[in-house]
């Protein structure tokens, strides 16, 4: 399996809602990452997880909550979301930095829309 | 504050042609490269990453590392319409368990 996957692929949400965007990947890796790009911008880290534990935290707003509860998994869960929040919101995994393998390969994406 | 720079484009290339794209990075002590290609509405796609001086080929692809000059590029050989996309340098973080992505160079392929 070498493919990185993402659940919802869309989303619509209000303010006060509560949801979660999920991301797997199966190939070992244990670096995982969240970005948010906006249109016609590149990707924007958010988020890095190193062997299950959050490495970076690229000064991101409390209303996303990171969370990973094992080596295949990564979730980000979003809470009183604003309009300007609306983005795709991609997921990555790499090999931990030790390696010299250091691609990052991503998943498909969620398209997030806040209302 | 580590910078990758592209030249924004759009970069119009005839079908066929080589369609040549450049990247300029200021971290100098990194020592990984990549090249993403992302298509409208898609994730970015990684097509080639170069870790030593010289090139790398890989079908028509192929990418130019230069530490001295601290530049990176991308040819793309007998251009076709599909490789009309926006095309993402990217560098390793020599200091941090992250990629830093230049802003991206659309490219269009005009039959």
């Known amino acids: 399996d070498t493919e990185v996957t993402q659940t919802p692929k869309h989303l619509v949400m209000g303010m006060t809602n509560k949801k979660s965007l999920k991301c797997e990947q199966h190939?070992?890796?244990?670096?995982m990452y969240w970005y948010k790009q906006k249109a016609k911008k590149p990707p924007e880290l958010m988020f890095v997880?190193?062997?299950?534990?959050?490495?970076i935290n690229e000064s991101v707003p409390s209303r996303f909550s990171p969370e990973c509860p094992n080596s295949s998994l990564l979730n980000l869960h979003l809470h009183a979301l604003q309009p300007e929040d609306s983005a795709l919101y991609l997921c990555?995994?790499?090999?931990?930095?030790?390696?010299?393998?250091?691609?990052?390969?991503f998943g498909p994406g969620t398209r997030l829309t806040v209302l | 504050q580590k910078e990758v720079e592209q030249n924004s484009g759009p970069l119009s290339v005839p079908e066929g042609a080589i369609a040549s794209l450049n990247c300029t990075y200021s971290d100098r002590v990194s020592q990984s490269f990549f090249w993403y290609r992302q298509y409208s509405g898609k994730s970015p796609e990684l097509i080639m990453s170069i870790y030593s001086n010289g090139d790398k080929e890989d079908g028509r692809f192929t990418a130019q590392l230069n530490k001295a000059s601290q530049y990176v590029s991308l040819l793309i050989r007998d251009s076709q319409p599909s490789d009309s996309a926006t095309y993402l340098c990217?560098?390793?973080?020599?200091?941090?368990?992250?990629?830093?992505f230049g802003s991206g160079t659309r490219l269009s392929i005009r039959p």
């Open positions: 990217a560098v390793k973080d020599s200091s941090a368990s992250k990629i830093i």
């Open positions: 190939m070992g890796h244990r670096a």
């Open positions: 997880y190193s062997y299950e534990k959050l490495s």
């Open positions: 990555a995994s790499s090999l931990p930095q030790q390696t010299d393998q250091k691609e990052q390969f």
